[in-house]
């Protein structure tokens, strides 16, 4: 499943507890370059990764240092987030009033929520840097 693919690539890209973008590149990730109207790069934009291989994209909150790490995903159907939640067996806290539910895992902050619309659903997964403790 590529949505869990890109999860896990997520925790590589915060393993040592800064976000790492080189980690992001040897796993076939590259940084997306957006444009203005007249072809000027922009600079101070969204940090979007796309993978050739994969739907999902990745935003970083930054491009060093702590942050996040966040997998956007479209999604088939609502079911996706459920079998998704199903992964982590019945370990997962309960939703909050947003419907996102956060927790750790493997030293890492991480959310999950389901995002989009009925007929557009999408998926959201967010990794913070790995804690030091």
Not at 6 to 16: R, S
Not at 84 to 95: H, S, V
Request: hydrophobic fraction near 40%.
């Amino acid at each position: 499943m590529q949505i869990f693919e890109t999860y896990n690539d997520c925790f590589a890209a915060t393993e040592n507890g800064s976000i790492d973008t080189v980690a992001l590149g040897s796993l076939g990730w590259a940084r997306a370059r957006m444009t203005a109207d007249d072809g000027a790069a922009i600079e101070d934009g969204p940090i979007i990764f796309g993978h050739s291989e994969r739907a999902p994209i990745i935003l970083l909150s930054a491009l060093e240092g702590d942050g996040f790490c966040i997998v956007m995903a479209r999604a088939e159907n609502s079911e996706v987030f459920e079998q998704f939640k199903q992964a982590f067996g019945d370990n997962l806290p309960d939703p909050d009033e947003n419907g996102a539910i956060t927790f750790f895992a493997q030293g890492h902050i991480v959310q999950i929520a389901q995002t989009g619309s009925r007929d557009e659903p999408s998926i959201r997964l967010a990794v913070g840097t790995k804690n030091g403790d």
